[in-house]
Structures are given as structure tokens and as C-alpha cells.
């Protein structure tokens, strides 16, 4: 069981079984109902290529120091594999890839109608009105161009990207932080990785569903038909660090939908209106990484 480190940024955060960590507080993302993956595993022959040469499997693991691994064939599991004290019911912190979740979640918020990308993220959260968030809209947080004044620095400790991360550590309020930013250049003109962005975000998907953080994935989990819980960071007011704090199994991170709901996590294909989504709001530009891009695409797909 991992114990805490009392410091309050990326340093003291535990990756594996993070809801044992007595100075961060967590709620559960229940799994109500489900079922486990099919599994027929084999040894895998592997090469990975990277840096001017090959390596095995396990080799491999070792070098990039990795924890878990499992691989699927058509929705069924061929290969499982964890480091030595960690198995199938380990909950692995999935720090920033927890956008990745929320991104599905602002998908199925576009699909039935509570958001759409053009919206001011002031008038789904009008406590933002005169930050820098203030003329943004949901598109903007999505591909994170939303120009505000923000380094993400996890090795400064006075810098904003820290004292995010330590509200969650100390039990303080993180949206008091998000009203403090403040504007940088003009939206839509530039990218830049901001976990700021992610939990803005989030306050807008929350004020437009109704429903927090944890109750969201647990229904997405249900769509899954994950089997088992996994756990979010939450703050001292109780809202959830949904730009890296959730942890889960293995399994349920590679779940499928189950056959009894088959359009419940299904996305649709984009209309072909979206990629015109920024010109027809206000004619700005939009400046995107590709990794950023890949994430914006996982929630515009639903719609």
C-alpha cells in the first residue's frame, strides 16, 4: 500500500492504488453491472523498434519501466501481463490520459444535446465572467487554445500547474484558482497544454448535465460494462481532478461495449459540419497539436 509523501505536486502523487493515499481524498466510480473481457492468451513474439534498434517484449517493459500490459484481439484479451505486486485488481493512476475520458464524457454531452462546441464557457459557468476564460468557448477548451495565461510547470512549485495539482493534495478549493487565471493571447490562436483547460472544461460539462465527475464515468463505465470500480481525486469542495486524477484496472481501461447496449458508448460519425465549427462561431483560427486533436476528435465523433 502506497504511502503518502506530504508533497503536495506531481512528485508526491502515487500511481498504483492512488485511493490508498491517506493525504488525497477520492470517490468511487462504481461498476454496477458488466462483464469480463473474453481471454485466450498466448506468448506474444514482438519487436518493438525505437532508437536505432529492436527489443523483446520483455525487454521492452523493462526499459520504459512499465506496470501493466494488456492486449486485445478483437475484443478479446491475448496477453496480460503486470510488474512484480501488481495484478488484475491494481488501480494504475492514469494522470493526464484521464483527459481522455473526459473528452468521451464531453462527447456524449454533445450527443444528447446538453453542449455544443460553439458554446461561451461563460454561459454555462458565469463564474468565469471577467477571467480568461471570459470569450472562450467549449471548442477552444477542447483543443487547448484558449490563450490563457498558463505554463504547465509541475517543476516549479509556485507555478499555476502546481498549485492546481497541490488544491487536490491539501484538500482546497481548485476552482478558486481557475477564476484567478488570467488572459494571455486571443483564442484560438495558439496551443498550449493546460490542465487548467481540462478542469474548465469540466465545470462546463457539469453545469450543463447536472451531474458531477463520478457519475458521469460511472455511467460511461455502465455503457462500458467496466466490472470494476475505479477511484477520482477530488478536492476539498468535492470536485474531481478530471484533467489526470482518475485511477483504474487494467481490464476495465480496455472494456467494450456491452451487446445488451450497443449504442450506449457508440460514436457516430462526425458531421461534416465540425471542421467549420470555429468559422461559423467567430471566424477565428484554430491552432491544434495532433495530440490535442486526437482528444477534441474523441468528443466531436458522438455528435
Known amino acids: 500500500m502506497p504511502t503518502s509523501t506530504a508533497r503536495p505536486g506531481l512528485a508526491g502523487l502515487a500511481f498504483t492504488d492512488p485511493h490508498h493515499d491517506p493525504a488525497w481524498q477520492h470517490v468511487v466510480v462504481p461498476s454496477t453491472s458488466g462483464h469480463e473481457l473474453p481471454s485466450a ?32 484481439d478483437e475484443g478479446t484479451v491475448v496477453h496480460e501481463w503486470y510488474a512484480e505486486g501488481l495484478g488484475a485488481d491494481t488501480r494504475f493512476l492514469g494522470a493526464s490520459m484521464t483527459k481522455s475520458v473526459l473528452a468521451h464524457l464531453i462527447g456524449r454531452a454533445l450527443r444528447d444535446g446538453a453542449l455544443a462546441l460553439t458554446d461561451a464557457v461563460s454561459g454555462h459557468v458565469p463564474d468565469l465572467a471577467g477571467t480568461g ?3 472562450t ?8 487554445t484558449t ?5 504547465e510547470d509541475h517543476r516549479d512549485p509556485d507555478s499555476l500547474a502546481s498549485r492546481l495539482v497541490g488544491c487536490f493534495a491539501t484538500g482546497s478549493d481548485s476552482r478558486a484558482l481557475l477564476r484567478d487565471v488570467a488572459p494571455g493571447v486571443p483564442p484560438g490562436t495558439r496551443f498550449a497544454y493546460c490542465t487548467a483547460d481540462s478542469q474548465v472544461l469540466d465545470w462546463v460539462r457539469e453545469r450543463a448535465t447536472g451531474r458531477s465527475y463520478a457519475d458521469d464515468v460511472a455511467r460511461l ?8 470500480d475505479a477511484y477520482v481525486a477530488v478536492d476539498g469542495t468535492g470536485v474531481a481532478l478530471a484533467g489526470g486524477g482518475l485511477a483504474a484496472t487494467a481490464p476495465p481501461a480496455s472494456a467494450t461495449p456491452r451487446p445488451s447496449t450497443p449504442t450506449a458508448a457508440s460514436p457516430v460519425q462526425p458531421r461534416s459540419d465540425h471542421s467549420s465549427a470555429r468559422s461559423s462561431a467567430n471566424e477565428r483560427p484554430v491552432a491544434r497539436s495532433r495530440t490535442q486533436s486526437s482528444t477534441c476528435e474523441s468528443a466531436v465523433q458522438y455528435a
Open 41 to 72: 492468451t498466448r506468448d506474444l513474439d514482438v519487436d518493438v523498434a525505437g532508437a536505432g534498434r529492436s527489443r523483446g517484449l520483455e525487454e521492452w517493459v523493462t526499459e520504459t519501466s512499465s506496470t501493466s500490459l494488456l492486449a486485445l
Open 133 to 135: 476564460y471570459d470569450g
Open 137 to 144: 468557448t467549449v471548442l477552444d477548451l477542447l483543443t487547448m
Open 147 to 151: 490563450g490563457v495565461d498558463w505554463v
Open 221 to 228: 463505465w455502465e455503457a462500458l460494462g467496466c466490472t470494476r
